[in-house]
T-cell receptor, first 110, second 116 residues
């Protein structure tokens, strides 16, 4: 069974700092990776996806993928208190299913 | 914008009742999914459907069944609700994309089910 591992946190960073969230996965053949954000009591919403090794940037967010190390990360620059949420890493499987990690809670203090 | 709606935000049922949770998407997505989310256990896939009348078991299908009679609607059925099925239930949908944003799953607001 595919496994996706994340540190549960909480990861605490001050406002304006860079938050680094990490994820490892077990299936070496995985091709597609997703980061979702989930606020307390809300449903997950997509931040970004990445398919190719290297970095992908979208505004303050950068996803990094290293397939050789089976490692995906999400960097949040200039962290804001509104970024405080749980961040879920997900890996695509067959039939477009996703296997989710348990999530990392991020706390950004003013 | 993609919109996924779920029939109830909060639901309270008794042990042994038959429970229906409904999900509707308005983006003509082929794929639909049902998850439950529990503290410490994360999101776990119950069932999914990749086409009308097609269904596949996910990681934790025991105690659940599903129905997809129309493309836009995917129902989760608890045949005889039990207290260990108290959870947040999330529906999601996606296009049938092999790559690109087609893999992205869009989630409904969730139904918090309590079984007494």
């Amino acid at each position: 069974q595919k496994e996706v591992e994340q540190n549960s946190g909480p990861l605490s960073v001050p406002e304006g700092a860079i938050a680094s969230l990490n994820c490892t996965y077990s299936d070496r053949g995985s091709q597609s990776f997703f980061w979702y954000r989930q606020y307390s009591g809300k449903s997950p919403e997509l931040i970004m996806f990445i398919y190719s090794n290297g970095d992908k940037e979208d505004g303050r967010f950068t996803a990094q993928l290293n397939k050789a190390s089976q490692y995906v990360s999400l960097l949040i620059r200039d962290s804001q208190p509104s970024d405080s949420a749980t961040y879920l890493c997900a890996v695509r499987g067959g039939y477009s299913t996703l296997t989710f990690g348990k999530g990392t809670m991020l706390l950004v203090s003013p | 914008d993609v919109k996924v709606t779920q029939s109830s935000r909060y639901l309270v049922k008794r042990t042994g009742e038959k429970v229906f949770l409904e999900c509707v998407q308005d983006m003509d997505h082929e794929n639909m999914f049902w998850y439950r989310q529990d503290p410490g256990l994360g999101l776990r896939l119950i069932y999914f459907s990749y086409d009308v009348k097609m269904k596949e078991k996910g990681d934790i299908p025991e105690g659940y069944s599903v129905s997809r009679e129309k493309k836009e609607r995917f129902s989760l059925i608890l045949e005889s609700a039990s207290t260990n099925q108290t959870s947040m239930y999330l529906c999601a949908s996606s296009w049938d994309g092999a790559s690109g944003s087609g893999d992205t799953q869009y989630f409904g607001p969730g139904t918090r089910l309590t079984v007494l």
